[in-house]
């Protein structure tokens, strides 16, 4: 795993939902430090710090070392807030880790070889069910991400999270044990209705073809055009 990032953040005087607002009055997002058998402690951190870090990939996987006055603490991002209209950070949780800490961490999966698959040859669909596995590992050996070959992979086919070799140390959380990661779909093939064209309202029928619903002239011959002269007619004078 790579080595932690250095962030800043200020400590906090008080808690609460109204020392929250206050702090962000100031320009700034209020958060909390926990764990580890430690106090909560409460912090502050400056949006355009927090915003960048939160639009990389491996967001909640990534160690940081937070530093808050002369104290620096090893921590994970275990939650943050946003605002529902404009989604900007609200408030964020940070939880301290040591590098033999156990944690539950949401990992992302990666798909390879997909030009190995005979059913993406055919013009399969790869479905993904599951694109993050949570996993148990210690804090040291949390992966980057777990990779899914779809070599042989045909239409109808499914990948089962127990096919996956994990990394060492690296084991799925229970619920996620004989998980569906994901699937080869048949193509989806919509055949238009084929629609018969009528004469629009008002429009002449061509020359030789009856209206719908026209009753040929008495006398007329089987298939005469409608308002055309009856066989054996005198010609209408001009």
Do not use: W
């Not at 096919?163 to 238009?192: N, Q």
């Amino acid at each position: 795993m790579a080595d932690a990032i250095s962030l800043s953040a200020q400590a906090r005087d008080r808690a609460g939902r109204g020392a929250a607002r206050s702090i962000r009055r100031t320009g700034l997002v209020p958060g909390v430090i926990y764990g580890n058998k430690q106090a909560p402690s409460a912090v502050a951190m400056e949006p355009r710090a927090l915003l960048l870090e939160m639009n990389r990939p491996g967001f909640r996987t990534r160690l940081y070392d937070v530093k808050v006055g002369d104290t620096t603490e090893r921590c994970l991002f275990r939650d943050v807030q946003r605002d529902p209209v404009s989604e900007k950070p609200l408030h964020f949780d940070l939880m301290r880790v040591t590098a033999e800490s156990r944690i539950h961490v949401r990992i992302p999966v990666r798909f390879h070889n997909h030009e190995a698959s005979p059913g993406i040859k055919r013009g399969g669909v790869l479905n993904v069910v599951n694109h993050e596995i949570e996993v148990v590992c210690k804090v040291s050996a949390i992966p980057e991400r777990i990779d899914v070959k779809l070599d042989g992979l045909d239409i109808g086919h499914s990948v089962h999270l127990a096919e996956i070799k994990l990394p060492e140390g690296v084991v799925p959380a229970s619920f996620y044990k004989d998980a569906t990661i994901a699937t080869i779909a048949a193509p989806t093939i919509v055949a238009e209705p084929t629609v018969e064209a009528k004469p629009a309202e008002g429009e002449i029928p061509a020359e030789g073809e009856a209206a719908e619903g026209a009753v040929p002239a008495e006398g007329a011959a089987p298939g005469a055009v409608p308002g055309a002269p009856a066989a054996g007619a005198p010609p209408a004078k001009g």
